[in-house]
């Protein structure tokens, strides 16, 4: 049975990679979907090479990290199946095969060739759009109903971004991924715990500020150690000095970003942290499992803000009022965007 397959794929800009994307897919797709923050200009020229109606268009808020645009790409496709890919990403030709040839799945783990860094990481981008389920943290897996299927390493992905201390000292990128990452996955006890496989009882009288035991971030000592551990096994499991010295240099962008905040705000972070993780991640903190929610955003916040700004008063709102920013009041931290009144 000959099932189609979109691409869904993401621009905030880069729209020159994302034509150059969608060109290539074109024979191997029957359409796509693009999720727009650009400016209007960048957009205009998006639109312009767009074959309508099977490669269309849909408006997103400014947030910076695109992870969290997922439920609401997701929601937009009318395809059997779905290819996520970003604009710095490729198919190989094994993987431009597959699409013509799916199996009996209902999504697969697509291995990521690391092409700064020399090593492959695994990613469930290809999946049926019926069986699959953003529902956890911005970086997670959807969730796919039914048996997924794991491809060989001819069928991958190749990621062109840099890797490393490259990769992080863009200031837009330590901007744009750095706040979410603390949010989602701060270095507390329940990391450490992860990280050693320790038990839930380990480090239960360990001591820092209010928090539940579990909660409470670790001094930057015990960071280092548990950094170069992940660090270790990356080597070990996967045989790459490269991926290992990327997440070493990803554990040290996040650690200086919090050294250099101001204690208050520090207390801040870690709380709202505490918050997003009761809430299982940021996208159902912020109502972005929520398609129309996010769609209404998008009539909101002009594309022109600055994402990260945006994220974070969004994080911010929902944390001091208790629900997603609607529209309703001010946003906090956007002294340049006032709600629009009638």
Not at 141 to 159: D, S
Not at 257 to 276: C, D, F, I, N
Not at 290 to 296: F, G, L
Request: aromatic content about 8%; charged content about 25%; some cysteine.
């Amino acid at each position: 049975m000959d099932r189609s397959v979109a691409l869904l794929t993401f621009a905030r800009n880069d729209v020159d990679a994302v034509i150059d994307l969608i060109e290539g897919l074109r024979g191997d797709v029957d359409g796509c979907v693009v999720i727009d923050s650009s400016y209007p200009e960048q957009r205009a020229k998006l639109l312009r090479a767009l074959r309508e109606p099977h490669e269309r268009l849909h408006e997103a808020p400014p947030v910076g990290d695109v992870d969290l645009l997922r439920p609401y790409g997701l929601s937009k496709a009318e395809s059997d199946w779905v290819l996520l890919l970003e604009s710095d990403e490729a198919p190989s030709p094994g993987l431009r095969a597959r699409l013509h040839d799916l199996g009996n799945v209902n999504g697969y783990i697509i291995p990521r060739y690391e092409r700064s860094a020399r090593g492959y990481t695994y990613h469930l981008r290809l999946f049926s759009r019926t069986a699959a389920t953003y529902s956890g943290p911005s970086h997670a897996y959807p969730v796919i109903r039914g048996p997924t299927g794991r491809l060989p390493r001819e069928e991958h992905i190749e990621h062109r971004a840099p890797s490393g201390a490259e990769f992080w000292s863009s200031a837009d990128r330590a901007r744009r991924y750095l706040l979410p990452d603390t949010l989602e996955r701060p270095y507390d006890v329940s990391y450490l715990r992860n990280t050693f496989g320790l038990g839930p009882g380990t480090l239960a009288t360990y001591r820092s500020g209010g928090l539940p035991a579990p909660l409470r971030p670790l001094p930057d000592p015990m960071v280092r150690v548990m950094l170069a551990a992940e660090a270790v096994r990356e080597i070990l499991t996967t045989g790459s000095g490269g991926l290992a010295r990327s997440r070493w240099e990803q554990g040290k962008a996040r650690r200086q970003y919090w050294a250099a905040l101001p204690s208050p705000e520090r207390a801040r972070l870690a709380a709202w942290a505490a918050r997003v993780r009761e809430e299982g991640g940021l996208t159902r903190f912020l109502g972005f499992d929520r398609p129309e929610y996010v769609a209404r955003l998008s009539t909101l916040l002009p594309a022109t803000l600055d994402g990260p700004s945006v994220l974070r008063a969004l994080v911010e709102y929902r944390a001091g009022s208790g629900r997603p920013w609607d529209g309703g009041d001010d946003l906090p931290l956007l002294p340049e965007y006032r709600t629009p009144r009638a």
